[in-house]
């Protein structure tokens, strides 16, 4: 493993467990292996470091959702899949989920990869509303009602108010969403077939 990764890993890990005021360049530098020059030669200072790494998980963190919802078959398998994907990344990435769970570095949000997956899921979403298999949400509110009990959840299960694993109850979790996501016209049509 290149020692710009262990140095990621490292510190991915070192800012979870003491977050990421406490946790110090010295920690990361003797967890990961590396001289002090190497640390210097990839991150100029603590910020980028942390950056770098919330931007790693979140980048990883879209790529498992994105791949549950691009190739769901319909608007309910989509919004199940998500769920789902979204509470077993946070079950197999502890170290990485507690890194999203901290506050964000300035940037992050507005850079391209994060604007193009939120475009992706716009419009895999606005495509399912056209349809009427879901309803016409504003994002911000539609992320909460979609994914916002499952992060409570994972929030409590991280730190260590909640036992059962957020995988365990992906399917309770998946199922009401999906109850508060589909229109009344999947409704009607369910009451039909």
Same mark, same amino acid.
């Given at each position: 493993?290149?020692?710009?990764?262990? &140095?990621?890993?490292?510190?991915?890990? /070192? %800012?979870?467990?003491?977050?990421?005021?406490?946790?110090?360049?010295? /920690?990361?530098? =003797?967890? $990961?292996?590396?001289?002090?020059?190497? &640390?210097?030669?990839?991150?100029?200072?603590?910020?980028?470091?942390?950056?770098?790494?919330?931007?790693?998980?979140?980048?990883?963190? /879209?790529?498992? %959702?994105?791949?549950?919802? !691009?190739?769901?078959?319909?608007?309910?398998?989509?919004?199940?899949?998500?769920?789902?994907?979204?509470?077993?990344?946070?079950?197999?990435?502890?170290?990485?989920?507690?890194?999203?769970?901290?506050?964000?570095?300035?940037?992050?949000?507005?850079?391209?990869?994060?604007?193009?997956?939120?475009?992706?899921?716009?419009?895999?979403?606005?495509?399912?509303?056209?349809?009427?298999?879901?309803?016409?949400?504003?994002?911000?509110?539609?992320? +909460?009602?979609?994914?916002?009990?499952?992060?409570?959840?994972?929030?409590?299960? &991280?730190? !260590?108010?909640?036992?059962?694993?957020?995988?365990?109850? $992906?399917?309770? &979790?998946?199922?009401? +969403?999906? /109850?508060?996501?589909?229109?009344?016209?999947? =409704?009607?049509?369910?009451?039909?077939?």
């Amino acid at each position: 493993m290149k020692i710009r990764d262990r &140095l990621l890993l490292a510190a991915e890990r /070192q %800012f979870a467990e003491h977050g990421a005021l406490d946790a110090t360049l010295t /920690q990361i530098r =003797d967890a $990961a292996g590396a001289s002090v020059g190497a &640390l210097y030669h990839h991150f100029p200072d603590k910020a980028e470091l942390y950056r770098q790494v919330w931007a790693h998980a979140l980048t990883d963190y /879209q790529r498992c %959702f994105w791949a549950a919802v !691009g190739d769901s078959a319909d608007a309910e398998a989509g919004v199940r899949a998500a769920v789902t994907a979204h509470l077993r990344w946070v079950t197999e990435n502890q170290y990485r989920a507690q890194v999203l769970t901290s506050a964000r570095p300035p940037g992050v949000r507005d850079s391209e990869s994060n604007r193009e997956f939120m475009r992706n899921v716009a419009r895999w979403w606005r495509t399912h509303a056209n349809y009427g298999a879901v309803r016409e949400l504003d994002f911000d509110l539609l992320y +909460a009602l979609w994914l916002g009990p499952a992060q409570v959840y994972a929030r409590g299960w &991280l730190g !260590g108010e909640i036992v059962t694993a957020p995988i365990d109850v $992906a399917p309770q &979790l998946a199922d009401a +969403a999906w /109850q508060v996501l589909r229109t009344d016209r999947t =409704d009607a049509q369910e009451e039909r077939a």
